[in-house]
């Protein structure tokens, strides 16, 4: 099985890091820099679901204006 998780902004990968980690640890899902395939499918959809909640988020907050 390949891996098809890929930033679509090579520049940005590091970010998107960096939030995965902040909304995991928001969550309270332990996450490693590396491998994490020992997460359940609960906890790496609360951590994918945290991160859509905050861009979501911060989408509407850039087209309100504020």
């Known amino acids: 099985m390949s891996n098809t998780n890929k ?3 090579p520049e940005a990968k590091g970010a998107m ?3 995965k980690m902040e ?3 928001e969550v ?3 996450l490693t820099d590396g491998y994490n395939g ?3 499918s609960a906890q790496a959809g609360s951590v994918g679901g945290q991160m ?3 861009m979501i988020e911060a989408q509407e907050r850039q087209m309100s204006g504020k």
Do not use: D, E, P
């Open 7 to 9: 930033v679509n902004v």
């Open 17 to 19: 890091n960096r939030f």
């Open 23 to 25: 909304c995991a640890s």
């Open 28 to 30: 309270g899902v332990q």
């Open 38 to 40: 020992n997460l359940t």
């Open 52 to 54: 859509v909640k905050k």
